[in-house]
């Protein structure tokens, strides 16, 4: 992984050099359409109440987990028994991403979402609030937080989202074949090019034309940067959307040549 001042360098030239998130000269109605719903839509919904009082929960709580780890590694804690108080912190999607996907998934209400990395289950919650009656499976490789996770959706009132536990090698296979399409995928696991490569390649068999699939932390190294560039030129791949921590994947063919979008978030 890139270290802290490596990524503060990357991310004052994406600042520098991205378009300024307001839409001008912005030619795709479907992009400007993002911008000015998802990117600009400042409206507090009532939903992210619920989900941040859940957070608050979490940032309280000094319960020790012991955290088997099938990815990349945390860049703060090199341990495997950390604090629920820490994942909450140093783990889980800060307020402004998680309400982004929410927002994206309340404009494009997909029947089915998929979600890789569940942590505490916060990006879970925005997710299954944006659309009550979707399909979601949220994928988890340690045991213990997915039993909190899972725990807490329960207790919350989250009653159709579905909690795989284990490795994403073994469970990503099984969870598709039971889905005829994905429509909405956030993958946030294993943050090494050649698994989110493959993690990927086995989504192109469920997508459709509305699919859309969000890729974390595609400037968190270069193994990283590399999956996302692979991910950016493959001939499925009709536009994609840099916001530097995420990167969003479409493939629908109204886009007649590729278009790759750059912006400030």
Known sequence: MYSAPQLAIKYLCYYLTASNGKGHGIHSPFIFQFITRVLNDHTQYKEYDKVEKLRQQFLNDRTILTIQDFGAGSSVSKTNQRSVASIAKNASKPKKLAQLLFRM????????????????GITTAYLSLAKPDAKLFTLEG??????LAEKNFLVSGFQDISVVKGNFDDTL????????????????????????????????????????LVFD???????????????RNHPSVRCTIDLFFIGIVFFRQEFHEKQHFVIRY
């Open 217 to 231: 932390d595609i400037h968190w190294s270069r193994e990283m940067e590399q999956a996302w560039e692979t991910i």
């Open 105 to 120: 998934v309340r404009l494009y209400q997909p029947s089915s979402i998929l979600e890789l990395g569940t942590s505490l």
């Open 173 to 212: 296979s099984v969870v598709l074949e039971g889905l005829p399409t994905v429509c909405f995928a956030f993958i946030d696991g294993n943050h090494r090019k050649e698994p989110t490569e493959k993690y990927f390649s086995q989504l192109l068999a469920k997508i459709n034309n509305e699919s859309v």
């Open 142 to 147: 340690a045991g213990e937080v997915a039993a």
